[in-house]
């Protein structure tokens, strides 16, 4: 099967470059300090953070001068055709190392000394790119919780078709039918990266390409996320009056 | 940009029977144009193959227009679709993935099509077009889905065009051409279409399905053929087998089912029972009761007027060693190509039904239709099944072109290429912009990282006449009393980069074939022949192995390099025999050749004590005419003690570097194995050897080389060569593979007694030695990889195709050496030495050495003819007897050549015995007659060996 057709298509219609529709909520929840709702494409996740508080776990051993991460990545039983007996495995426990590598680079960890930050993600649904998703629904959370940043960190992934296109944001399909794909996590103002990985062993002709086209994704997928944060502070601040004569007196 | 965006849900059963909801995206478009120049909506528009005015000169549709075509359209009628005529097409998205699902070889002619850009043809992606995406409906059978999706997109189009140009749906099924009128779009058959256009080549090609309603009436002559569904459950349940119908040779009436992991083949018999198979279709057998079960017939029956013979065979006895035999019940899959033949002689005149007489004889007549007979009678042909209706006794076809007029060489040549599918089209514009200019010259930037060889007495030597010259040598002594022998290789992978259309062209063709007279190149002339031909004088760019030896040719060191040489002289073996056998020449290039000689001498010793085996297969060339390009004469190729130095070196060299890359690439090395024939193979040799008291050890090569030299009688000469002709059939064929997909024991090279072996030598003319090229490449750090050098399942993908091809070729280049030997028999008569190579139940098999040809001496009565004489089989001792006298395997004779061209289809050499005389039945010897084949004809000997029957007149 052809990932990309020779009309440049790929199977569901999009083209090469085209990433799928995005679509976030911030503040779902009320319980955790900062929660979002991230969907790219069919790919729907759920982030909460909760923190920053106290350390509860080996205190002894937590450092003194900044805050301690804690990440879990987990996949709801539901999320794909087939039903996953638990969800949390081999696969989650390492997912949640790279989740946690990713947002520690961004937060500024040095600002909440002897504390902690939980950062708890949920894969509703699966359909390919499912880390990426999952720290972009992460960033969002943060950002809900209020938790200082440098930056965004943003995530995407990206494959190559036929051998020589690169495709941005795969799908679940042509994670499975492609060939080798890279997942990165950048900060995408200073355009560091934060964690880069790839899938299987992978051409160094092909690294280029395919890494210069996820960065590209990265950056379309923090522009969109952006606007959409700018618009929900817009509406919250709106209920309070936020830059209206009246708030200011 | 994306508009909307809904979702495609379907249910999907895994492997392990767990059912599935498949839920996947999918967007609609509104940037997807209609692929006209005459369109000014679309906005991005990108690719418009469509004319702005597509001509209006048919006179069933006035107005201007394009064509949508219909799956069933495109999957019938791909024949006429490739005729030029038929322009501006628009082919939807649902009707390309609906021809890849059902016919690999239709989608690959459609994309070929789609892919030229004066035929302007244009695919719609209606399925992502967010006004011509339609959902399926529940209950909607997907058949029924693809026809309105067809529907809407029709619709669509006339529409968009608002009446300028219409769009003509063009489809071939009543029931949906009826709907589609319905909803107001236009829609004609490819019939009435065509009909319009007054083109009578191009009516010709139309597919002949239709045709089939007039006959319907007629009595059904086969059973029917069970549905998809009852033979998957009867297969499935065990009362029906899956196989390979592979038609007999010599009967049409006959032919085995090969059905894997079964010992033995399915014999069918009989016209129901084969019921309407064609050689090389996968059907679904019955088998009959054991009472039923019956043996192959010996007979030869071609035609139906062969019919009586066939009822003399249900009389026969009951034979002794009944086969397994069976039924066919169903086609499962149709291997159908295009055939190569010729009309048959029709004596009715302006009749349009033909007779078409396919060049494979395992393929049964086709009726066609064609109004061009008196134009097509004299000429070779194409033709393509459409279908095999119960009513009819052939299948019935279509007219694909012409190839030209019989007995021309071109066109016979043409045959041969296509009937073993050997890709010869000229190379297309893009693979020749790979090309360098012609005036190419090795300049200073080449030499970087590549050795200056320009000063060493490098020679080539060669077969004469030839042009692509891939090997040089050379040899010089070493102050340490060692000698450094290099090996050069034309570095054809300098100019053939990995991935440009030049190498997947050379990857495709795999290898050059020569037939007589002509050759078909792998990569364009400009580079087999003059920039990687390693001619003498001229600076080449190389890639050596530079071994330094020992006198008694161990090797000490060896390394590979890139290099730029500059051969001294490019010889024949002939003129280097020349050279080593004269003392006086003591030139550099003497010397060395003298040692190079040497050390081949050892090298050879030292591989026949290893076992590898010497074969023999009689090789033979033709002496050209230069203007008619006729044989001449034939001859046996000698060989020289120079051909064997050169075949030295070229094995050590393939066998040092098999060994490096797969040292450094363990899992994607290409290489070349042999495997051991399993000694069923030998049966049947050591049967007729052990007749003469030879015996044959065949559990190693080793031992089946020191029994082949063991085997020698005195008063037969020629016994020898013909045990190890006899033992060359038993071999298995030698193929490339990927080391990553065998184990190391299997990568031995059963026939040269090597446990690695690879093809690096010739890279001009075989695409697997271009692989190893890079890989050595790779591997010294004079290059760098590529992704698909890396990927062992594209490596072994290339390597299947490597090894059809070079099958094919071969195969190819023994069909033009029969062709070119019927040329030169043309109204002679030749009395020749030959062997006996098999004893027959009514035939014996005989070898003529001179002209390495095989026929077959009849020793009983054809149809309708007498024979004086008798022969007795004795089946144990495999002889013939008649009187005193016994024919044995391996024994001498002398045979009457001559060639039967009353069918033109087949030309055939026939045999006549002249010795041992038998009265009655051997013919006097012919060397002061001067009688024409012709003669020979009017009046025939009581014996006439021919194998098959004269050409019948047709009955229509």
């Known amino acids: 099967m052809d990932l990309l057709s020779r009309q440049g298509l790929r199977t569901d219609g999009r083209r090469s470059d085209e990433l799928r529709r995005i679509s976030c909520k911030m503040g779902v929840f009320n319980q955790p300090d900062g929660s979002a709702y991230l969907e790219q494409g069919n790919t729907k996740v759920l982030a909460a953070v909760y923190g920053p508080h106290e350390i509860r776990v080996n205190r002894s051993k937590a450092p003194n001068d900044c805050a301690v991460i804690n990440c879990q990545y987990s996949m709801a039983t539901f999320s794909r055709s087939e039903r996953k007996r638990r969800p949390r495995d081999n696969k989650s426990a390492e997912l949640t190392v790279h989740l946690k590598q990713a947002m520690t680079t961004a937060i500024k960890t040095d600002l909440y000394p002897k504390s902690q930050i939980d950062i708890f993600v949920e894969v509703l649904q699966s359909d390919g790119g499912n880390y990426s998703v999952c720290v972009n629904a992460a960033t969002l959370a943060l950002i809900d919780a209020g938790i200082a940043m440098e930056e965004f960190v943003i995530s995407c992934t990206s494959s190559l078709a036929n051998g020589e296109v690169p495709l941005v944001d795969i799908s679940h399909l042509e994670e499975t039918l492609g060939g080798p794909s890279i997942t990165v996590a950048i900060l995408p103002i200073s355009g560091k990266i934060a964690m880069l990985e790839t899938s299987q062993r992978m051409h160094i002709n092909h690294v280029e390409p395919v890494l210069t086209e996820a960065m590209r994704g990265c950056r379309y997928i923090y522009d969109t996320l952006n606007k959409t944060i700018k618009k929900h502070y817009e509406e919250i601040g709106g209920a309070l009056n936020w830059g209206t004569e009246e708030y200011n007196i | ?956």
Request: glycine share 4%.
């Open chain 2, 1 to 956: 940009m994306v508009m909307k965006v809904t979702s495609k849900t379907f249910i999907r059963k895994t492997k392990r029977g767990n059912i599935l909801k498949i839920v996947r995206e999918h967007y609609l478009r509104d940037d997807i144009g209609c692929g006209s120049l005459a369109c000014k909506k679309c906005k991005r528009n990108g690719e418009k193959p469509l004319e702005k005015n597509p001509s209006v000169d048919n006179d069933g549709v006035p107005d201007k227009h394009y064509l949508l075509l219909d799956t069933n359209v495109v999957l019938h009628q791909i024949d006429a679709l490739e005729d030029d005529t038929l322009k501006n097409v628009i082919i939807l998205q649902t009707v390309l993935e609906e021809v890849k699902h059902l016919s690999h070889s239709v989608y690959k002619r459609l994309m070929d099509l789609i892919g030229n850009h004066s035929r302007c043809y244009y695919v719609f992606v209606n399925v992502y077009h967010k006004d011509t995406y339609v959902e399926r409906v529940r209950g909607e059978s997907p058949n029924d889905y693809n026809d309105r999706m067809i529907r809407v997109s029709a619709l669509w189009y006339n529409k968009h065009f608002d009446g300028k140009i219409k769009v003509l749906l063009i489809s071939s099924d009543e029931a949906s051409k009826a709907k589609a009128i319905n909803e107001g779009i236009p829609t004609m058959s490819l019939e009435q279409y065509v009909k319009g256009l007054n083109n009578v080549t191009l009516t010709d090609k139309l597919s002949n399905r239709n045709s089939v309603v007039e006959e319907i009436s007629k009595e059904p002559i086969f059973p029917p053929h069970l549905t998809p569904a009852q033979i998957h459950m009867g297969i499935k349940s065990g009362k029906l087998l899956q196989g390979t119908f592979f038609a007999s040779n010599d009967n049409f009436l006959e032919g085995n089912v090969f059905v894997e992991g079964q010992e033995k083949n399915i014999l069918l018999q009989g016209r129901e029972h084969l019921n309407r198979a064609i050689n090389g279709d996968i059907v679904a057998v019955q088998m009959l009761p054991e009472s039923e079960w019956s043996a192959p017939t010996n007979l030869v029956i071609a035609d139906y007027d062969d019919l009586e013979l066939e009822n003399n065979l249900n009389n026969t006895v009951q034979p002794k060693d009944k086969h397994p035999t069976g039924r066919v019940v169903g086609i499962i899959r149709k291997k159908w190509r295009q055939y190569c033949g010729i009309i048959q002689h029709s004596v009715v005149e302006n009749a349009t039904r033909h007779l078409f007489v396919p060049a494979e004889k395992k393929i049964p007549k086709i009726r066609i239709e064609t109004r061009q007979y008196d134009k097509l009678k004299d000429q070779r042909l194409i033709i393509a099944i459409d279908t095999w209706p119960r009513t009819s006794r052939y299948p019935l076809g279509h007219f694909v072109r012409s190839l030209g007029k019989i007995g021309e060489r071109e066109a016979e040549n043409e045959v041969i290429l296509l009937e073993h599918d050997v890709p010869h089209s000229k190379f297309s514009d893009q693979v020749l912009a790979c090309l360098p200019k012609e005036t190419w010259t090795v300049t200073d930037s080449d030499f970087f990282g590549r050795e200056d060889f320009r000063d060493l007495d490098i020679c080539s030597v060669d077969p004469p006449g030839c042009t692509d010259i891939d090997d040089a040598l050379h040899c010089m002594a070493l102050k340490n009393g060692n000698f450094q022998v290099g090996v050069h290789i034309a570095d054809v992978t300098h100019f053939i980069k990995p991935g440009t259309p030049i190498d997947l062209e050379a990857s495709q063709r795999a290898t050059t074939v020569y037939l007589t007279g002509r050759r078909i190149d792998m990569v364009p002339g400009l580079l087999s022949s003059n920039l990687c031909s390693l001619r003498g004088g001229e600076e080449r760019l190389a890639f050596s192995c530079v071994w330094e030896m020992t006198p008694n040719a161990e090797i000490v060191n060896s390394s590979f390099t890139k290099s730029v040489i500059k051969s001294k002289a490019a010889m024949t073996y002939e003129q280097a025999q020349l050279i080593i056998d004269d003392q006086n020449q003591n030139t550099a290039i003497a010397i060395g050749l003298r040692q190079l000689n040497k050390f081949a001498k050892i090298l050879k010793k030292r591989r026949l004590d290893a076992g590898a085996l010497v074969l023999a297969s009689p090789e033979i060339r033709f002496l050209m005419d230069s203007e008619t390009r006729d044989p001449l004469d034939v001859e046996v190729k000698q060989l020289k003690e120079t051909n064997s130095m050169v075949e030295e070196f070229m094995l050590l060299a393939n066998i040092e570097v098999a060994k490096k890359i797969y040292s450094d690439f363990p899992e994607f090395a290409v290489l070349r194995r042999h495997p051991k024939p399993p000694p069923s193979n030998f049966e049947s040799l050591i049967k007729a050897a052990a007749h003469l008291g030879v015996e044959l050890n065949v559990d190693t090569s080793k031992d089946l080389a020191n029994s082949l030299d063991k085997a020698v009688k005195l008063d037969n000469p020629f016994f020898n060569t013909m045990l190890r002709i006899l033992a060359t059939r038993c071999m298995l064929q030698a193929v490339y593979f990927a080391s990553g997909t065998k184990t190391y024991d299997e990568f031995m090279h059963y026939g040269l007694a090597a446990p690695i072996y690879t093809h690096f030598t010739s890279p001009i003319r075989r695409y697997a030695d271009v692989l190893v090229h890079r890989l050595l490449a790779v591997s010294i750090a004079a290059e760098n990889t590529t992704p698909e050098l890396l990927d062992k399942r594209k490596i072994d993908a290339i390597c299947q195709n490597l090894n059809v091809r070079t099958r094919m070729s071969s195969y190819a280049e023994r069909a033009s050496v029969a062709l070119n030997t019927h040329i030169f028999f043309r109204g002679k008569i030749r009395d020749e030495e030959g062997y006996i190579l098999y004893v027959k139940k009514n035939a014996l098999q005989i070898l003529i050495p001179k002209y390495g040809l095989e026929g077959t001496l009849f020793l009983s009565p054809r149809k309708g003819q007498l024979q004086m004489v008798t022969f007795t089989y004795n089946e144990e001792e495999q002889t013939q007897r008649c009187g005193q006298v016994v024919f044995r395997t391996f024994d001498p004779v002398t045979v009457q050549l001559s060639l039967d061209s009353s069918n033109v289809q087949h030309e055939r050499i026939v045999l006549k015995l002249v010795k041992p005389e038998i009265p009655n039945f051997s013919i006097p010897s012919s060397i002061a007659s001067t009688t024409t084949v012709q003669q020979t004809q009017k009046n025939p000997k009581p014996c006439d060996s021919s194998s098959e029957p004269l050409c019948k007149k047709p009955k229509v």
